[in-house]
């Protein structure tokens, strides 16, 4: 689209087949200032719009090469601010008023009367004015948006970074108590979340259950060294105590706004699909999407890495324990998928 004529003096663009009428046309308009070119041939017209960039045109309707409807829609498509004034003959008038509904923007009767023709110019320029302004706010309007959006999508990236560098700190911080799990939070929120997002899980929802994995364990921070560390089998009440570290790390959490869906899957990693886990003994979809794939993969992490207290095993042996607790311990619909995203995932030598 070509740029209005931004000088002070505006370009006229006269067509008419009559060379008389134009000839008239062009020294009145020349005589009022304005810049004028006038045509007899109407093809010729259109090829002239980019060098000579009109901003009001003045058209015969009837012309023998091209037609002032057919203009009008080749002058609307090279630039639809681009102002048009139809000259009709007395019987045209229907006419007329179709080509205003195409774009037109005033039509005059022949014979012409020239201060009729003035008076149409300088309305005509006024509503391109117009347009033009409203053309300019609205783009300046959008860069404005543009450049807010921008400026906000900055600031939160930033506040991502800042978010995500706090919680590796506070799954670091347990990492360095209870050594003997080192690296295992990081490494279940990333396959966690790999599988969830295999499940089509995405955006806000998926990074709720990252955060969710990578926390699960955050309330061990407040089970006594006694018991975290304890190298013997825990008593009864022991385990009572060590079992509170899931609502420990709900109430952690659930007050902090941007981790409250990650809350709810820490509050609930340790429940089983049958109803049998605990806290609460939530069953089956009552439990978080996010914590029902994480008890699978947590569980087979658990198995193929090896710790004080386990027997290492096999991807192969994990999974076949994983499918044997489908619909006990965990959910069925989500086994096998999660299985397939952790065989594709699991380093080579452990499977
Ligand atoms: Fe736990």
Known sequence: MSHPNSGSTRNILVVDDEPEIVACVCEFLTGRGFNVLGLSNSLEAASRLGSFRPDVCILDFRMPERSGAELLETIKQYDFRIEVIFLTAQNEASVAVDLMRKGALDFLLKPLELNQLLLSISRALEHRRLIIENENYRFHLEQLVLEQTKALNQALTGLEHVYSATLDAL????????????????????????????????????????????????????????????????????????????????????????????????????????????????????????????AIVDTVDAMIYKRPYNVQVSFREAAAEVRRCAGTQFDPSLVETTLAYLDDHVPPQLK
């Open 171 to 294: 799954s670091m911080a347990l990492d360095f108590r209870d050594q003997s799990t080192s690296g295992h939070s990081r490494r279940v929120a990333e396959l966690t979340a790999g599988a969830a997002s295999a499940m089509g899980i995405k955006d806000a929802a998926l990074v709720q259950i990252e955060h969710g994995a990578l926390l699960h364990d955050i309330g061990k921070l407040k089970i006594p060294d006694s018991i975290l560390w304890k190298p013997a089998k825990l008593t009864e009440d022991e385990w009572k105590i060590m079992k509170r570290h899931a609502e420990y790390g709900f109430e952690f959490l659930s007050n902090i706004g941007f981790l409250k869906d990650a809350a709810e899957i820490v509050y609930s990693h340790h429940e089983k699909y049958d109803g049998t886990g605990y806290p609460r003994g939530l069953q089956r979809d009552n439990i978080p999407f996010g914590a029902r794939v994480f």
